[in-house]
């Protein structure tokens, strides 16, 4: 799920270039290159947070197994038919596909969303480094109910990992997306050693036996909503939603030679997002059967999920070591991210300074572990808010011509905000939103009818707003 410093491996190759310009054919990369990062980048920190989540969500086996069999394959066709066509066609970065829609100041309103919610989701990332560091230290691991900071050990193994991450963010990329691709193997090979032991621990020598360990499903645990087939299937597809549908990644698939290059996400889905959540579920489930959980349980609250003491369970400190740059490879390149979204709105502060200061906001987020407990929810609402920006991009992309509206209006016009952008947006957020809230809908569930209706509605205020260039 981090392929937040793809962008910036495939750049960094490049040359650093054209964000304002196509991507000349010289520059371009074939399918090879976009499967290796793919493949590394999505078994990442959040992978260790979100496997055990689905066990708290009581799913049963054919619901996760299955679901996230075809979640994960949606997944794959909205990156191959959405993404990778329109972003070979254009080879334009987002924000400058989105500038030419939108217009600059609309801009700065996506980047400043984007860039705190990658704070958040760093900050997830600094709490589950945190729960391996605390392992020497005999650190109280924080509660799947906790929302605040447990004690100042905590605190203070936050803060320190929160301010070396910054600071190696703020000093440049290069190094960090190169020791993030060296790191992606071994964390690989954690997950799938995570999991080989998780069954042996767990007496699994069948696959029925494996089939088992979620049976039909069960109650999900205090405080979480129970996942069904459906919960699975929209929830997996929609993880990324940001980034496909949402056509973040539009910025990494300007790179490549042929729109078939979209499918090397495929590696990315079933490595990362099927084998590393069943290898982190198994840890859980493993922990789940120790005297520790089952008191827990007997007194109606639900054990903790911490990805450090899970890991070390099964591969010792191998474990320690693969959960904190698990959380150090996700972290770092996110916060960088983050920064830079900050510095488009802020130009003429530094890049040093605005990673510090989106270190900062990532690591009192981390503090609340809340953010990383709650992932399943956060990353739903993280597409719900971002996805519909990316139907503006793909209804115009496919529609402006049947429809007789002028493509990339802000920039013909030079409007410095485009209404029927930000009308598309608020309507469609805040109705489904509404609805999510007013009738306890699954945010999910609501991302690809906001979305829909997001590009709809662009194309109805366009064709009415819209003056003859």
Known sequence: MSQFNIEEDIEEIAGGEFERTPVPQSKLKSWKSFLGMYAGEHAAGTEFMIGPLFLT??????????????????????????????AVKNRLTLYYQLEKICGKKLVIGYNLANGILFCFLA???ITVSATA?????????????????????????VIIIGAVISLIASKGYDTVSKAANWMSPLIVLAFVACGVVALGQLGVNSFSEFWDIWGEGSEPFPGQIKFTFWHVVIWSWFANAAMHVGMSDLSVFRFAKKKSS??????????????????????YAVYLKSPEAQAFLSNGEAPPVAPGPLAHNAIGVFGIIAVV????????PTIYRAGLAFQAIIPKVSTFWVTIIAG????????FPAFAMKLLGFVALYGFILAPFGAIIVFEHFFHKKVGIVKNYAEAANLAFNKSVFLAWAISFGLFYFISVQFGVFLSFVTLPAWLLCGLLFLIFSKYFQKRI
């Open 133 to 157: 560091v605390g392992i020497p230290f005999d650190m109280e691991m924080p509660k799947l109910t906790d929302t605040t900071p447990n004690g100042p050990t905590w605190i203070i193994i």
């Open 325 to 332: 740059l698990a959380g150090w490879t996700t972290a770092n």
């Open 360 to 367: 900062t906001i990532a690591t009192i987020a981390g503090l």
């Open 123 to 125: 900050g997830a990332m």
């Open 57 to 86: 969500a009581g799913v049963s086996a054919f619901d996760l197994i299955i679901g996230l069999l075809l979640g994960n394959l949606l997944a794959v066709l909205s990156w191959r038919f959405l993404t990778a066509e329109i």
């Open 262 to 283: 979209g499918w090397t996400t495929a590696a990315g889905m079933y490595v990362g997002h099927y084998m590393a959540w069943i290898a982190a579920a198994l840890l």
